[in-house]
């Protein structure tokens, strides 16, 4: 196919695509810069939305903004453009995240164009799913997937999913006994509907999800003890699909490969009929998330811990403009 034109309109198009991305909270840490000289976007973390009580060192920050960098990457290949990436370019200027320069499309970005449909189509479900196991052809096809943007994808047998699970139990404790850690779920958390109606951000109570009666899926209940008229309860599968995303090393470009990894990933699923969804509860603390990894594995440090199963997509939540968050220079 032809490329399309790199004019306001096109560029608006490939931000809102990368804007539609995951992050800690529905935070959306990132900015662009297009540089019309060089034909090259420029990623940049908006710390304004980072949150020091639970995610101190930026790592989940990263991972959002990794996960954006690939939505944008998808939504160049669809555009007709091949795409030169670069991680942390600049030794000098660590707040340039990445840059994406537009290239001739060749080769490999006809599969990163495959998953485009599925920008739209992924929603994080914080709804029960089946208690069925995911296909052991999808979970190779995943495994792929994350190794093909430098991260390593494992399935827990049933000893480690249940250590998963007793981790995020500890971290749901550890939080009711230190109120201040909650401050971030509230600051991002938007109650009511003439709230929602106008949010740009944050976790709506329609993504909430029923309340969890029964069942031992990890999902993070972001209404607490607060009560939200008209939600319902429901009892979650017993043996829930968990997936580890993790990486070698431990550093930002690091992060911003998982973050990739785990986008691509999580189109995939989608792509393949699974829901998903994300908990980094258990990662937030760390002596918590040292318990995560497979001492068998090759894997260094876990980045994040996926959901995925059989079951509804959850709703959309709010975005940004992309006026807020893109620059063209």
Known sequence: ??????????????????????SLHNAQPWR???????????????????????????RALHL????????????????????????????????????VRLTDAEG??????????????????????????????????????????????????????????????????????A???????????????????????????SAFGPRKRGGRAPVRDFAGRRQVPGRTSAVFETTPNLALLGTTDDRPGDWLRAGQAMERVLLL????????????HALEHKDLRELARDPKSAMGFVQMVLRLGYGPAGPGTPRRPVSDVLEIV
């Open 1 to 22: 196919m032809s490329a399309q034109p790199l004019d306001t309109r096109t560029l608006t198009t490939l931000v809102t695509a990368a804007t539609a991305a995951p």
């Open 32 to 58: 662009f810069r297009w540089l019309s000289a060089d034909g090259t976007f420029e990623l940049h973390p908006d710390l304004s939305r980072a949150m020091p009580r639970t995610d101190p060192d930026n």
């Open 64 to 99: 959002g903004c990794g996960a954006a960098l690939l939505n944008l990457r998808v939504a160049v290949a669809h555009a007709g453009w091949g795409t030169d990436t670069a991680l942390l370019p600049d030794p000098e200027d660590p707040h340039v995240l990445a840059t």
């Open 108 to 177: 490999p970005h006809d599969e990163l164009a495959q998953l485009f449909p599925a920008i739209d189509r992924r929603h994080t479900s914080r709804y029960p799913f089946e208690d069925m196991p995911v296909p052991a052809e999808i979970q190779s096809v995943l495994r792929d997937a994350a190794r093909r943007e430098g991260a390593q994808l494992l399935f827990p047998g049933p000893w480690h999913v249940n250590i998963l699970l007793d981790d995020v139990l500890d971290a749901e404790g550890r939080d009711t006994l």
């Open 179 to 205: 109120p201040e850690r909650l401050k971030d779920i509230r600051h991002w958390t938007r109650l009511g509907t003439e709230s929602a109606d106008v949010a740009v951000d944050g976790v709506t109570e």
């Open 269 to 280: 699923a989608t792509l393949s009929g699974l829901a998903t969804s994300l908990t980094s």
